[in-house]
């Protein structure tokens, strides 16, 4: 080889090859040391401290330890076998861990922000800080969308450029907002502290984030902006929704009914959300290939075709988020079976939210299956990813609204 | 002329149809909108319910195909049978040409074949060497595993990565029929029950519902609860539920430990989960308020679930119910929800001759309104039975104090006496009563209340049309604790086939089997080298790889002419 390779650009060495292979694991390892506290630790898992049990000396010694093991084991397993420091695993899911991080430093900093504790009461918590980073969240979600559709339009590198870090704000803002919201429920008193994951204003939130990271993270690897416009709307419908709810004051931090404290909760909830924030994604792709094809068949002189990704590729973009999304719907769904294990006494129980879990994961099981097979084309398969969110909408939402059964923590009280 | 199919061919053929993707795709769209029905019409309602909301006909129909309890009906069940010999069929066929598969790894091509590859790139070169392409195309796919074949004079280099990609698809597919088998095995071999322990007292039986009919079972072993309590957050919403238990197997006491919502107790493989609380035979103390004028307040002692009967005027008292907190929304329709704690409440059945029966939950407290006015004693009041029905009756007196039935009494005595011409008669009244009851100068405090209470009792109570009005005076509270027993023998095997289902789901959708070969044809003047691709999966980073391969290699290749 000669010497013209380039000065590696800091991305580069961020992301790729060993420090990401080196991050990755004592980000795996922290986690790991965090679950070994909570299972095994002195006090173990207390519902009520949770997060302060992770932020305190112990939660330190316990992640730290975590996170120096999974060095020392990445350096010894990259030794033996170089191709590890190459991993797209540790690629592509360090910057996903290295956001989460920088979410953690931001809702420390906005902690700072919080009234005074005498100021802080039950009763009104209007005051809080976490409902300002909401509303700006809320208002930049909106802003991102509007800009994404306006780059359907006029395709100007700035617009577009502007519409992809909005977005990326606004999952930040919406990702500290619910950190700060989970230190927030402990400002009133120790015993109502609980992970922000408890009824639908908080997932919601969670939702728009999810939703939007895992747009970006497709729009990143594959350039498919147009995508966004389709996406992000939807994430601005739901925004709608949770101003609505905030309206109704339903966004007021209470405490968690008995059934809710476990610790499963918190892998449950928001593992699920990948799957339907994967999902609304997918549905995103199918509604832009609908587009798309639209303008083709009306012979495709719209100056927009320049922008949007090939129906092929919109096509792989629906598979592709459904692909993040199925695995996770199903593990989120074990998960559920397993507390419901633990809370209720048996795994199942035909539950409505369980049942319409079922048929969520059997409607995209079998969009998987239509796309291998022969006779299914790209148009109907756009259709059923759309149709499939809508199953999914309402398995997230419908159920709590009309049906009645275990899951009633979701109500509209 | 197609020719007769024999018998064992339509068998082959019906099995391999049973094993087809088209199938597969139908087979889960039905389950998914069978399972809808389920979800729309309550399961396992009171069948009286059913047919009052459905009327005869449709109650009847819906009743035939079991949609009262339908996942557990036959046709349910049979779609989940075929779905399991539709597995099983695609298995059967599937596995041992995949294995074969993953362990032959042909690396010559066919040159008919090869023109269908969707990656496919060409170079003409002169001056290199072969052993030498082959390096830089070892070189460029680390972690990549490779075989090498020469046949009539082409050299085939062939590179795969993922190839256990169809353990994913295996796993997957296994997994859902080792999670069906231990759903079945729980279902057979397995229950699930509850039971309710009053506290102090034991119990072995649980008690479940089958269709439409209560089954019991009985445990090998007693459950005796020490103590049931209920802890609150601050802000009155209850935190915690917890009892205390006891496991007794034959005489001997075993194990004891609390049990809270998510963290049961395990013994014997049963499970035993804190589930719900009720109460269990609270000791109740009566204050009868004798309406007859004669000032009496009499006691009668008895508890929950039992009656009490008054042998001179025959009324009777059933209680029902007892409750220590009754959490209820004290705001006006429209108005911000605003929830108070009303205290203690018994609710009983009054009966008497000559007597409507009604239900009454009485409280034992008096009603104290946002401002802190004391609104005197209260109950509700159903004249159906019905919780629904339940009717605010304020009895204008707060009954705790003794005082105030006294004042009522001397007040009501005054009355009978003045001159009702009179325009103040009510005042000359209470005036006198007042004397009467405090001594003469004397009031009581919040004087205006009292007056304003005493008014209004003298319409309340004298239109209550029985002999005495019970009230809550004193209570002793036992809780039971509602406990559900399951104990599943397939449970682990259902965690097993989960896990086989997630790992199998993560290798078939994230390791994808890619294939690339360097197929070198020595050609009169030089080589005629070929690079080609194929993946079973996700073709958008594919496209990438495949594409960044060849420049790299034509880089690689060039340098090395
Ligand atoms: C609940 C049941 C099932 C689940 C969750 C499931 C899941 C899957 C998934 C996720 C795929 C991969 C699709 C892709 O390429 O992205 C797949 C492929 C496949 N499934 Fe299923 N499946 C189920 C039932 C069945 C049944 C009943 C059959 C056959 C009758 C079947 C036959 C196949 C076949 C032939 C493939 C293609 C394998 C390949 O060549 O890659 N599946 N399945």
Redesign the interface.
């Known amino acids: 080889m000669t010497a013209t390779i380039a000065e590696p650009e800091l991305s580069t060495l961020l992301y790729q090859g060993r420090w990401a292979w080196l991050r990755f694991n004592a980000y795996i390892g922290a986690m790991l040391g965090i679950a070994g506290m909570a299972m095994f630790g002195v006090g173990a898992y207390e519902e009520n401290a949770f997060l302060y049990q992770i932020l305190s000396m112990k939660g330190v010694m316990w992640g730290g330890t975590g996170a120096l093991a999974g060095c020392g084991l990445a350096v010894v397993a990259s030794t033996m076998k170089?191709?590890l420091l190459?991993a797209k695993m540790a690629r592509n899911i360090t910057p996903w861990l290295d956001g989460f991080v920088l979410m953690v430093i931001l809702a420390a900093i906005w902690a700072l922000f919080e009234p005074a504790q005498s100021q802080i009461t039950?009763e009104d918590q209007s005051n809080l800080f976490a409902g300002r980073i909401i509303m700006a969240m809320n208002v930049i979600f909106i802003f991102s969308a509007v800009s994404y559709i306006a780059y359907l339009f006029a395709p100007e590198s700035f617009i577009g450029r502007l519409a992809t870090w909005t977005a990326y704000t606004g999952v930040f803002l919406g990702g500290s907002a619910l950190l700060l919201r989970w230190h927030e429920s402990y400002l009133?008193?120790m015993?109502?502290g609980h992970a922000p994951v408890s009824n639908l204003y908080e997932v919601f939130i969670l939702l728009f984030c999810i939703t939007a990271a895992v747009y970006l993270a497709l729009e990143k690897?594959?350039e498919a902006k147009a995508m966004g416009a389709f996406v992000l709307s939807l994430v601005s419908a739901g925004v709608f929704f949770g101003i609505w709810l905030d309206s109704v004051?339903q966004s007021d931090i209470?405490?968690l009914?008995?059934?809710l404290?476990?610790y499963?909760m918190k892998i449950h909830v928001p593992m699920n959300f990948v799957g339907y924030g994967s999902f609304a994604v997918a549905c995103g792709a199918g509604m832009a290939y609908l587009v798309r094809h639209r303008l083709e068949a009306a012979g495709g002189t719209s100056k927009m075709l320049a922008i949007f990704p090939s129906l092929?590729?919109l096509d792989?973009?629906a598979y592709?988020a459904v692909?993040i999304g199925?695995?996770a719907f199903?593990?989120a769904t074990?998960l559920g079976?397993?507390w419901a294990?633990?809370?209720?006494?048996?795994?199942?129980s035909?539950d409505?939210k369980e049942?319409?879990a079922?048929?969520v994961w059997?409607?995209y099981?079998?969009y998987l299956?239509?796309r291998?097979?022969h006779?299914w084309h790209g148009k109907a398969l756009a259709w059923w990813a759309v149709a499939g969110f809508l199953i999914t909408v309402f398995c997230f939402l419908g159920?709590n609204m009309y049906?009645?059964g275990l899951h009633s923590y979701g109500r509209l009280s | 002329m197609p020719r007769m199919q024999t018998f064992p061919d339509l068998l082959k053929s019906l099995w391999q149809r049973i094993g087809s993707?088209?199938l597969?795709?139908i087979l889960?769209?039905v389950?998914?909108i069978a399972?809808?029905i389920?979800?729309?019409l309550?399961?396992n309602q009171n069948q009286a319910d059913y047919l009052q909301q459905f009327g005869p006909l449709w109650y009847w129909v819906f009743r035939s195909l079991g949609l009262f309890d339908m996942?557990q009906t036959w046709w349910f069940m049979s779609i989940l049978g075929f779905l399991m010999v539709s597995l099983t069929s695609c298995l059967w066929r599937n596995v041992p040409k995949m294995l074969k598969d993953m362990r032959t790894r042909k690396a010559a091509v066919a040159e008919k074949s090869l023109k269908h590859f969707k990656y496919l790139h060409d170079w003409q070169m002169q001056d290199v060497d072969a052993d030498q392409l082959q390096q830089s195309f070892r070189q460029r796919l680390?972690?990549w595993e490779f075989r090498q074949v020469e046949q009539d004079g082409v050299q085939y280099l062939r590179a795969d990565k993922g190839r256990w990609n169809k353990w994913g698809y295996i796993l997957v597919h296994s997994a859902i029929l080792v999670v069906l088998v231990g759903?079945w095995i729980g279902s057979e071999y397995g229950f699930?029950g509850n039971m309710a322990v009053p506290e102090g007292s034991s119990e072995h039986e649980i008690s479940f519902l089958q269709g439409t009919e209560t089954g019991h079972l009985s445990m090998p072993f007693e459950v005796r609860c020490n103590s049931f309590s209920i802890d609150f957050?601050?802000?009155g919403?209850?935190?915690?539920?917890l009892s205390n238990l006891t496991i007794i197997d034959h005489g001997k006491e075993v194990l004891t430990s609390d049990i809270?919502?998510?963290?049961?107790l395990y013994y014997k493989g049963v499970?035993i989960?804190q589930?719900s609380f009720g109460d269990g035979g609270s000791d109740i103390t009566f204050k009868m308020f004798h309406m007859d004028g004669s000032e009496t307040i009499t006691t009668a002692k008895t508890k929950v679930y039992q009656s009490w009967k008054d042998e001179k005027t025959g009324l009777s008292i059933k209680v029902t119910d007892f409750k220590p907190y009754n959490v209820e929304n004290m705001a006006n329709p429209g108005e911000?929800i605003d929830f108070q704690d009303l205290g203690p409440a018994v609710v009983y059945e009054l009966r008497g001759p000559d007597l409507k029966p009604v239900k009454i939950k009485a409280f034992m407290n008096p009603f104290i309104d946002p401002k802190g006015k004391n609104q005197g004693s209260f109950m509700m009041v159903s004249l159906t039975g019905d919780k629904a029905d339940y009717k605010p009756v304020s009895l204008g007196l707060d009954l705790t104090n003794p005082v105030e039935w006294k004042l009522f009494h001397a007040f009501m005595r005054q009355l009978a006496i003045v001159d009702k011409a009179s325009k103040d008669a009510n005042l000359t009244a209470f005036k006198t009563a007042m004397k009467e009851v405090f001594g003469a100068g004397k009031r009581p405090e919040r004087m205006q209340d009292v007056a304003m209470r005493t008014l209004q009792a003298v319409n309340m109570l004298s239109a209550l049309p029985w002999p005495m009005l019970p009230m809550l005076g004193d209570f002793e509270q036992h809780y039971y604790t509602g406990l559900?027993?399951?104990m599943?023998p397939g449970?682990n095997v259902?965690?097993f086939g989960?896990a086989m289902?997630?790992i199998g789901?993560?290798i078939m959708?994230?390791m994808p089997h890619r294939k690339l070969w360097l197929i070198i044809h020595p050609e009169s003047k030089g080589l005629h080298i070929t690079l080609a691709g194929m993946t079973n999966r996700?073709?958008?980073?594919f496209d990438q790889v495949f594409n960044d391969m060849f420049t790299q290699l034509d880089q690689d290749f060039r340098q090395n002419t």
């Open positions: 170089p191709v190459d039950y009133f008193d015993e109502i690897r594959y004051g209470k405490p009914v008995p059934a404290q476990s499963w092929d590729q792989q973009l592709k692909a199925f695995p199903t593990l074990i079976a397993a294990a633990e809370a209720w006494g048996g795994y199942w035909w409505p049942t319409w079922l048929i059997l409607i099981g079998a299956h239509a291998v097979s006779g159920v049906l009645s | 993707m088209s597969a795709i889960l769209v389950l998914a399972s809808v389920g979800t729309v309550l399961q996942y680390q972690g759903g699930r957050f601050p802000t919403a209850p935190k915690e539920f809270i919502v998510n963290e049961p499970r989960y589930s911000v559900q027993l399951a599943d449970m259902v965690w989960s289902l997630v789901l993560c959708l994230y996700n073709h958008l980073i």
